[in-house]
């Protein structure tokens, strides 16, 4: 197994699976997409892997956020296309019959706060941040987050990270439940497999059948799809057809603050 932006690890059962574009801090790009859907085919297929770890290179981010540059020019049709593939992907994570957690080792922010929420439960290191930012860039969050942070927080907490972009440190994650567990940097991978250690000791078809369970809680059949991902896949899209988010990723891109109309 050998992967352009992944790095993985199997030992003892467990398949680390580490995000590494450090100089994009670890940024999702089509690459890493298309890498991180391989890879839990992987771990779905592979029966020497009994559970599965996800985290970011280096000490400063998990997951930056889905990759913005990727972001100019999209129109509707292409932005909804690629939250749907996002969705997807995350999906498989979410379903995955063995557990996969993510250990949050920095900014978790946008997409990589949608990775993070995707996986079963989630531990971090101190210096970890979460955030859905993507109300700066004119966007919304297309990989799940509306629905997932919703679910995990409530509704309150949830709606007003989104629409303030504010980033919690991990004292506020730890209170609202975002993580399980916040431990210093360097004992971070090895907490998360002590617990899947544990994990791994356990009927494999049981632990699948909780994930299962836990997983349909609160889903209703829409249209199709589950509703309130459907709702967000076109809401995503439309984003894309405002000058407001050409404007954001500009912004970005520019390293200046964007400015805003509102169309
Ligand atoms: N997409 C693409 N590139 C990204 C990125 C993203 N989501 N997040 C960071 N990067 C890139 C930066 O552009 C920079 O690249 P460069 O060195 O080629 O200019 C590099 O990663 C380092 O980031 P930088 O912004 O210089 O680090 P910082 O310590 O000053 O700030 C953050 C860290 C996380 C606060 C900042 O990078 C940020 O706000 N990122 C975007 C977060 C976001 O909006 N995510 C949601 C996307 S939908």
């Known amino acids: 197994m050998s992967y352009q932006t992944l790095l993985t690890d199997l030992s003892e059962g467990i398949f680390t699976i580490t995000i590494n574009r450090p100089d994009k801090l670890n940024a999702l790009n089509k690459v890493v997409m298309d890498e991180l859907n391989d890879v839990i085919d992987v771990i779905y297929k592979n029966d020497k892997i009994k559970s599965a770890i996800i985290t970011g290179t280096g000490n400063k981010a998990f997951v930056a956020g889905a990759d913005i540059s990727e972001f100019q ?52 290191s101190e210096n970890a941040k979460f955030g859905q930012p993507e109300v700066n860039l004119g966007l919304i969050p297309g990989y799940g987050g509306t629905q997932r942070l919703t679910q995990l927080i409530g509704k309150g907490r949830a709606i007003e990270l989104l629409i303030t972009a504010n980033m919690i440190d991990t004292n506020t994650a730890l209170q609202y439940g975002l993580v399980n567990y916040v431990v210093a ?79």
């Open 73 to 124: 020019d999209l129109n509707k049709e292409q932005g909804m296309d690629m939250a749907k593939k996002g969705q997807d992907i995350f999906f498989k994570i979410e379903n995955s019959p063995k557990p996969i957690i993510a250990a949050v080792n920095g900014f978790a922010l946008g997409g990589g706060c949608e990775l993070a929420m995707s996986c079963h439960f989630r531990i971090a």
């Open 185 to 263: 940097q360097e004992e971070l991978l090895n907490k998360a497999k002590s617990i899947l250690k544990v994990i791994n000791s356990k009927a494999p078809l049981a632990v699948a059948s909780c994930i299962k369970c836990a997983n349909v809680v609160g889903q209703e059949i829409n249209n199709g799809g589950y509703g309130g991902y459907a709702t967000e896949l076109s809401e995503f899209g439309k984003c894309f057809n405002s000058n407001d988010v050409k404007e954001g990723i500009s912004a970005f891109l520019e390293k200046r603050k964007a400015d805003f109309k509102g169309n």
